[in-house]
């Protein structure tokens, strides 16, 4: 009896810091895939101008927050456009996994080169838009894990 009291207490010890450990390393992780159109066309007011990216996040702790979701002008470093994505899930689980689309919709206001342009009272050529590469950059809340995709902003009528 007394030789199994050590091995179950030296036992447990190493189970304990087996999951410490493991716990520790895992750190969120992000994937993002296109899964659309990218290339946007600002001329073809019927055409989808929707942005999507299959995005898988893995070793997601609930009570770190948020997603930032930023639509970046490839060219200038300028975000112009930014937005959570909000996790909500029930599971009491420390470390979440799930899939799921992220969207942008590309609107004349984010592109735009004049600042004062209004959509409602303005034509798309008042905008003057900034074409080129942007890219979607979705990253952990404190900006540790960041993964980016890129999509071009066209206009055929220039």
């Known amino acids: 009896?007394?030789?199994?009291?050590?091995?179950?207490?030296?036992?447990?010890?190493?189970?304990?810091?087996?999951?410490?450990?493991?716990?520790?390393?895992?750190?969120?992780?992000?994937?993002?895939?296109?899964a659309g159109n990218f290339e946007i066309d600002l001329a073809w007011e019927e055409k989808d101008r929707m942005v999507r990216t299959w995005?898988?996040?893995?070793?997601?702790?609930?009570?770190?927050?948020?997603?930032?979701?930023q639509i970046i002008q490839f060219e200038t470093g300028k975000i112009v456009s930014e937005s959570k994505i909000n996790?909500?899930?029930?599971?009491?689980?420390?470390s979440i996994s799930f899939n799921t689309f992220v969207l942008y919709a590309v609107n004349a206001e984010d592109v735009c080169e004049n600042e004062e342009f209004d959509a409602g009272i303005m034509s798309l050529e008042e905008?003057?838009?900034?074409?080129?590469?942007?890219?979607?950059?979705v990253s952990t809340n404190d900006g540790t894990v960041v993964k980016s995709i890129t999509f071009t902003i066209i206009d055929s009528q220039k």
């Open 55 to 69: 995005t898988e996040f893995s070793n997601f702790n609930p009570n770190d927050g948020s997603f930032i979701m």
């Open 127 to 137: 905008c003057n838009p900034v074409t080129g590469q942007y890219k979607m950059r």
């Open 1 to 34: 009896m007394i030789s199994r009291t050590p091995t179950l207490v030296l036992l447990l010890t190493l189970t304990t810091v087996t999951i410490s450990m493991a716990y520790a390393s895992s750190q969120p992780q992000i994937s993002l895939t296109n």
């Open 87 to 94: 996790v909500m899930t029930n599971s009491q689980s420390a």
